[in-house]
């Protein structure tokens, strides 16, 4: 059985992605491999591809150049082109994990490079709410989860001035945010609200804080239930009443609100260092609205974004070079420089206390709202609906035809459960025709 992460990792989540890895300890790295602190090491050529935009792009190379100039390292930025072979080092964002899934054999497990280049890595050490679907079946980190976010709500502050609402009190559910929303429209907004990102807000998000998840632990599909039928509904109601604007399946509304255009929107936490600048927008913070008749809401939210996958075939010094380079994002200062620049989630408890007494004087208390929710008593599912292209797509059309009027809510998402489910099996069933021939005659009666 192939140890590289495989598509199987898909339908039943990353710990399951490694099941060689997760059944006997890795091997130690050969005698002759081994490279010495002082060695030439951090100098090698070595680059790291990403898909951010150039915003995100910024920041990173910023952290780079520093690394660099620390570490007398060659690290190059690179964009990642879909279905090119991967960089040493590779960045890629919640929606484009697929392509990581697809190459499987070009990426292998973080513990595992950070062994061969004999470094310790401390995944006990990150907090916990970053790791729930990057770990193995036993707890090794197979990515790093580097610049991630978790969803909230943003509002205008001036918009609520005009509809005659208190700008400091947003609304806490969504049965209570939809009176605002009436007012909001009657003060003159043909946007009271928005949402970027609509599966993994509103399915993945919104199932979790309610205390249903998205899937199971089988990485089965399970968004039907009547807490879900019951939000999709409502956003029904809200379209036909003009309450509520879709403007696509990505950050399409994140220009909406940054122009003023709506009142209100669910999106990334991260976003708040986007919005700080929006045209005649003061910016409020508060957590995801949740469903008060749902016995035992809220529970906790989910954090997801751009993770640091590592390719296989490196040599040794490059090997060492991407663990320095590892160890090096992990301290307390380049996290905070990553949350300064880009709004990000520090990685570490470390990190995050040193945040809140540097970085609340520069208007980042958003984040304790993003923290708040990620403790919540709840359960990460390791694997979610925004993460898998085949489904994500199917549940964004069957979305869209309740949003369109076109079917019940009901209808709409017991065929994308269906439909995803069939999608993950036709994907595991793949996998077994291209496992199968490397298990020549074992296990075979």
């Not at 997760?22 to 081994?34: G, I, Q, R, V, Y």
């Not at 909230?152 to 939809?178: C, G, H, I, S």
């Not at 304790?368 to 489904?391: F, M, N, T």
């Amino acid at each position: 059985m192939s140890h590289s992460l495989r598509p199987l990792a898909i339908v039943v989540g990353l710990t399951l992605a490694f099941p060689a890895l997760a059944a006997k300890p890795a091997k130690p790295a050969p005698a002759h491999e081994a490279v010495s602190a002082s060695a030439t090491a951090a100098s090698a050529d070595f680059e790291l591809a990403h898909n951010l935009s150039p915003e995100g792009e910024k920041a990173l190379q910023a952290i780079v150049d520093r690394f660099n100039t620390e570490n007398n390292g060659n690290l190059k930025v690179s964009r990642l082109e879909k279905g090119e072979k991967p960089a040493g080092l590779n960045l890629v964002r919640r929606y484009d994990m697929s392509e990581v899934l697809s190459q499987s054999k070009h990426f292998v497990p973080l513990h595992e490079m950070m062994a061969k280049a004999g470094v310790k890595l401390d995944a006990d050490g990150l907090s916990s709410d970053l790791k729930a679907n990057i770990v193995d079946a036993k707890g090794r980190l197979v990515a790093l989860p580097v610049l991630y976010s978790t969803p909230v709500l943003f509002y205008n502050k001036n918009a609520f001035r005009k509809a005659k609402l208190n700008p400091d009190q947003p609304p806490k559910t969504w049965f209570e945010m939809q009176g605002m929303l009436d007012k909001l429209q009657e003060a003159g907004y043909a946007c009271p609200y928005t949402t970027a990102w609509p599966v993994w807000v509103h399915v993945d998000n919104v199932s979790t804080i309610s205390g249903l998840p998205a899937t199971t632990d089988k990485g089965q599909l399970v968004f039907n239930g009547l807490p879900q039928v019951k939000h999709v509904a409502m956003m029904a109601t809200w379209t036909k009443a003009n309450y509520f604007k879709l403007f696509g399946r990505g950050d399409e509304a994140s220009k909406k609100f940054h122009a003023g255009e709506c009142a209100m929107i669910t999106t990334d936490s991260r976003e708040h260092i986007d919005f700080r600048d929006a045209k005649g927008v003061e910016l409020g913070v508060a957590p995801l609205p949740y469903h008060d008749d749902v016995y035992g809401a809220p529970k906790n939210t989910l954090a997801d974004g751009a993770s640091l996958w590592l390719a296989s075939g490196m040599k040794p010094a490059e090997i060492k070079g991407v663990a320095k380079f590892v160890n090096y994002v992990l301290g307390p200062e380049v996290q905070i420089g990553l949350t300064l620049a880009g709004g990000y989630l520090p990685m570490t408890p470390v990190a995050r206390a040193a945040a809140s007494t540097k970085l609340l004087g520069a208007d980042l208390g958003g984040l304790k709202i993003a923290y708040a929710q990620l403790q919540g008593k709840g359960v990460s599912p390791k694997v979610r609906v925004a993460q898998i292209e085949q489904v994500r797509q199917i549940v964004e059309e069957e979305l869209e035809t309740v949003w369109a009027d076109k079917k019940p809510a009901k209808e709409a998402l017991d065929n994308a459960v269906a439909r995803g489910n069939a999608a993950m099996l036709k994907i595991a069933a793949l996998d077994e025709t291209t496992v199968a021939p490397k298990s020549k005659g074992k296990g075979k009666k």
